[in-house]
């Protein structure tokens, strides 16, 4: 593809990449925060897309991800001294570890028990966090707090932020366009059927669960950097919650529709609920409007006018 | 040579009882065809045979080895695919998607394969870039079959392939089976028997789970009796 080719294609986000790096000038701090908050979370989104998107398994409990990778970088910053990025590789195992061994044990089955497992297992580890015997090492209900920073300034977080929710979309969209990507589609879509060309399908969910789960425990570590403390909330149902409607609303099996989601629920949780009492209330309205009406999510509406767009355009 | 042997299969479904003492052989080189009236059986002996629902009792030898201790993705491994009922592909996957996906050894579908796929049914040539949701149905089960065609197997079995299908398309069907049999073992799931009597060597046909009765297609086609009592033609 020649340059100019490739401009046009790929204009939009090239435009919306250059906004998000002009930001940081103008804008005030707390926009800072909340759009930091966006990318972290548009990463935890994107990892709960290939699970759900595009593997088809439905986690209830994605934050455990989430949070063993916030408490492990906080952990290991706090109590041994670590720096960040030494903490990387310690979040990587450990996430990859869980998602294994949850897998082992629940994905050989009808995809229906690892989401019950997952439920219970967050239920579990929630627990953990806030209970009296771990008190001395995680705070409980407190968290931890005044982890050292990792870069200098906010603008250095931010794009620190940005970079790790680009890198993380790239190797994303690399994954799923991969033959590997190829090959959940289709079990996703029939799991006999990918059986019986001899695929083990097993093997293929253990894997998209662990690379799933590691993504999601970066962004946790991400977001345990960027606040310099943890909460067990980062554990708790409401952060899978969270997740889940993102991705939904967003538009899920398509990586752009889950960080979109990300932006428009923390935008929604910032904003309208400082305006309106009742705004959970319009949000769950939203969500079943969308989930009746735009099952491919709001991103879709994005795609329809594009389609538009780009057709008229050719003609 | 037999290519595949069946000994006394018993496989249960949801409890039930739906192989009830299964024998057959179906001998290398052949078209065989597998007769019988709607649940006597035959998908299930087929799906048995590819450890997708996998026998309780019996033992199944392919080429001489016993395969039904084997998992269902490992079946397809010793040389053996399926082409299962029903205009089978994945329909958020291209044409070109749905074939590589079946390839086990390397990366793409070799030239030679695809080749031998096109000269079997021409119209693919136009249909690679097309997702299989947006096929028709006489193309959808073209692309089933071509994706059983990419690995140069040893045994094909081949579930009904034109229950459905417009004349003309179980025509061309027809041809392409004829063109295919030339270089593989073919076991044919089939009601009709006009067709399957065009193509086939053996025959085995199925009642209430057994196979009661085989032999070569000739037989058959002469024995008008045999045919009104268990094909009711
Ligand atoms: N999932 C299932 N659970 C229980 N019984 C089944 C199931 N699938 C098929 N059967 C029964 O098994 C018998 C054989 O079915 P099948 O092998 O599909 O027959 P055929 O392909 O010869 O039409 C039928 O009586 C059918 O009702
Ligand atoms: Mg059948």
Redesign the interface.
Known sequence: MSINRYLQKYRSALILIIILILLPLFSSEYIKVVAMQIFIFGVFAISYDILLGYTGIASFGHAIFFGTGAYVSALMMLKAGFSFWATIPFVVVSCAGIGLVIGLLTLRFATIYFTIVTLALGQFCYFLLTNALTYQYTGGDDGLHGLPMVLQTKNQMYYLALAFLLAAFFIAKKIISSPLGKTLVAIRENEFRAKMIGYNVLNYRLIALVISGIMAGLAGSFNAAMLRSVFPGFMGASTTIDVILMTILGGMGSLLGPVAGAALVIICQQYLSSYFEWWLLIFGVIFVLVVLFLPQGLISIVYRFRKKNTSGGLN | MNILEMHNIHTYMAGFHILEGVNLTAEHGKLTILLGRNGSGKTTTIKTI?G?TPARSGEILFQGRPIQKL???????LGI??V?EGR?V????TVE?NL???V?KG?KVPKQRLDYIVDIFPPMKNLFKKKGRNLSGGEKQMVAVA?ALVNEDKLLLIDEPTKGLAPIMVESMRLALAEIKKNATIILVEQNFEFAGSIADDFLIMEHGKIVCSGEIGDLINNREMQHMYLGV
Request: proline content about 8%.
């Open positions: 590819m997708l998992h269902d993705f490992e079946i397809p491994w695919s399926l299962p089978d994945f329909s958020q996957l998607e590589l996906i079946a086990r990366k994706r």
